[in-house]
């Protein structure tokens, strides 16, 4: 098992910058395999952006490519998202994830989640 905690969320310009992190306790972090996720009001859970045990793989969804950046260091049980020019429609909770093996994008694939930090954008 692992017990994730987010933080770094907050209330941003758009076009403003805020780095997420995830701590981790429990089992080895670098067993896990690490995704973030956001859930906007009335609006399904999406992808935001995974990455492998070792770092060596990471995805992000379109709708953030080249803005944000997802990181992780096994020696601190800490995952990151980075989210540059981030805009409006970026406004959600994030949630980070854990899960065993491959690196999904479906949230259902994911089975251990923290309780989310709340980033709002403004205009």
């Known amino acids: 098992q692992v017990q994730l905690v987010e933080s770094g969320g907050g209330l941003v310009q758009a076009g403003g910058s805020l780095r997420l992190s995830c701590a981790a306790s429990g089992r080895t972090f670098s067993s896990w395999t690490m995704g973030w996720f956001r859930q906007a009001p009335g609006k399904e859970r999406e992808f935001v952006a995974s990455t492998s045990r070792s770092d060596a793989w990471t995805y992000y969804a379109d709708s953030v490519k080249g803005r944000f950046t997802i990181s992780r260091d096994n020696a601190k049980n800490t995952v990151y998202l980075q989210m540059n020019s981030l805009k409006p429609e970026d406004t959600a909770v994030y949630y980070c994830?854990?899960?065993?093996?491959?690196?999904?994008?479906?949230?259902?694939?994911?089975?251990?989640w923290g309780q989310g930090t709340q980033v709002t954008v403004s205009s």
């Open positions: 994830a854990a899960r065993l093996g491959t690196v999904p994008t479906d949230y259902r694939a994911y089975n251990y």
